[in-house]
């Protein structure tokens, strides 16, 4: 066991004035399994590249281990995956390898293809077989569940939970409770590290969320309360301390000095009610802070004149003289919530494009309306560029609703006078689904919507659904948002 120590850290990216992290102070034990968690944005990869020794920094990391990040880069995806594995551990040990590949399942032949010739889940766990095998290292572990299915998601995990010394960056529920024994957590205004799993986590950041949200509308009546309490005491001293130089109604003299203790006395009053008043701004300035934004979305979707929105009739999808997907059947009526699951390459994709209209070859029937509105979703984000406010033009979409959607799912203001090509994965997937929600459409259609999208916005996307139970058809392979969405689940394999 050793001890990563991060002291005073301080860090901001050239030519911004908002530091990332700021006087950020921290201890992690190497042999704990960690998952990593925060808002899209928040500064995750930042802080592995930090340890990474990529950008400079104030304050100190300090550390007797070295690290290693995962996904590795492969410089040359066409050569043998053997030789990909050389490059990344120049002195690995091959039975070692073997062993870490039998435990993930992948067969030793792999070894011997062309790197981008697997598929994306074998060159996964091919990397994470490479990564493992390096010794005395603390391993940074960055979202190795993009594009892998569920069954895969769940070997992985499992392998995971087998190891220690490592920090997981994943934003699967299911995923982190499987692998990890403490989260450290980029919140609002601070990092923080508990022991457990992300649902023990969550569990325990709910409550004191609701505790401070309570205490915090306590604190507010009692401002309110004792504000004008202060007003009517200083008032009544006021008056008083006037009255000094008065007369009574009855037109005797008054006492000058009972006047004047009474006038004190209730100034005196009135200081201890404003320092109870600005005790209570203090206590309420402390709370709230890190409590994220779970304001529900919207979404208006259009109305269809009959009840079947889309059928498919034995479909099979072909490239070339492969068949990727045959004889798929199944009904899209108004109100489903259908998820298509399948392992890589079952070809859900490419059924998601046929019912969008895009010419792919394929025999069997699908029925759809000409007149049927569709909303798609895409697995890539390559193609973002420009402006929000031009995106949203170029789609037709609210402008206001669009930029309000994205607020929600922690967009912050400055983001939107930003290039969309510099937003991360994860911002941009939200650049994608923002635009579905303003779109006013019959159908939506999502191709791993999630991928890289942080915790909260997945289950913000979830509430989301359920209010406003959209028809919609979905590939994902995050479990809990599947089970907690999907009204009916077609399965390709």
Not at 330 to 348: H, Y
Not at 398 to 408: H, T, V, W
Request: hydrophobic share 35%.
């Amino acid at each position: 066991m050793s001890l990563i120590n991060v002291s005073n850290l301080t860090f901001a990216y050239e030519g911004t004035y908002d530091n990332i992290f700021e006087h950020v102070n921290f201890q992690l034990d190497t042999d704990w399994k960690l998952g990593f968690t925060g808002r899209n944005g928040r500064g995750k990869t930042t802080f592995l590249n930090l340890l990474l020794g990529k950008y400079e920094y104030s304050g100190t990391i300090s550390a007797q281990v070295s690290f290693e990040y995962f996904p590795f880069s492969v410089a040359d995806p066409t050569s043998q995956t053997l030789d990909v594995i050389s490059e990344i551990d120049p002195e690995y040990i091959h039975w070692k390898l073997i062993r870490e590949l039998n435990l993930l399942k992948v067969a030793e032949d792999v070894l011997y293809r062309p790197f981008n010739s697997l598929s994306n889940g074998e060159q996964t766990k091919v990397l994470l077989a490479a990564l493992f095998i390096k010794e005395n290292s603390f391993l940074l572990i960055d979202e190795p569940t993009n594009h892998l299915d569920m069954k895969a998601r769940k070997l992985v995990s499992d392998y995971l939970s087998t190891k220690s010394g490592y920090i997981l960056v994943s934003h699967d529920r299911a995923f982190l409770d499987n692998c990890v024994d403490h989260i450290l957590s980029i919140n609002k205004t601070n990092i923080e590290i508990q022991k457990g799993n992300f649902s023990s986590w969550w569990e325990n950041k709910t409550r004191q969320d609701n505790f401070e949200l309570a205490e915090d509308e306590k604190l507010r009546r009692d401002i309110k309360r004792l504000s004008a309490s202060s007003k009517r005491t200083g008032g009544w001293a006021h008056e008083v301390e006037k009255s000094k130089n008065g007369t009574r109604n009855s037109g005797s003299k008054l006492d000058k000095g009972y006047v004047g203790h009474k006038a004190a006395k209730m100034m005196k009053r009135s200081k201890s009610i404003q320092q109870r008043q600005e005790s209570a701004i203090t206590e309420k300035s402390k709370l709230l802070r890190n409590i994220e934004s779970s304001d529900s979305l919207e979404i208006s979707q259009l109305p269809y004149h009959k009840q079947q929105l889309a059928e498919l009739d034995e479909v099979s999808v072909f490239y070339g003289d492969k068949s990727v997907c045959s004889e798929v059947s199944f009904t899209i009526e108004q109100g489903d919530r259908i998820a298509l699951t399948g392992s890589n390459g079952s070809g859900k994709s490419s059924i998601l494009k046929l019912i969008c209209g895009e010419e792919i070859h394929h025999t069997g029937v699908i029925r759809k309306d000409s007149q049927l509105a569709i909303s798609y979703v895409s697995q890539d984000t390559s193609h973002l560029q420009g402006s929000l406010s031009e995106y949203a033009r170029e789609h037709g979409i609210d402008e206001s609703l669009f930029k309000s959607i994205l607020r929600k799912l922690d967009f912050s203001r400055i983001q939107f006078e930003k290039e969309l090509s510099t937003y991360s994965g994860g911002q941009k997937k939200k650049v994608l689904i923002a635009r579905s929600l303003s779109e006013k459409v019959h159908l939506h259609i999502w191709d791993e919507p999630l991928n890289f999208i942080d915790v909260i916005s997945r289950m913000q996307i979830e509430e989301l659904l359920m209010e406003h139970t959209p028809t919609i058809l979905f590939v994902e392979h995050d479990r809990e948002f599947c089970a907690n969405i999907a009204t009916k689940i077609e399965a390709m394999d």
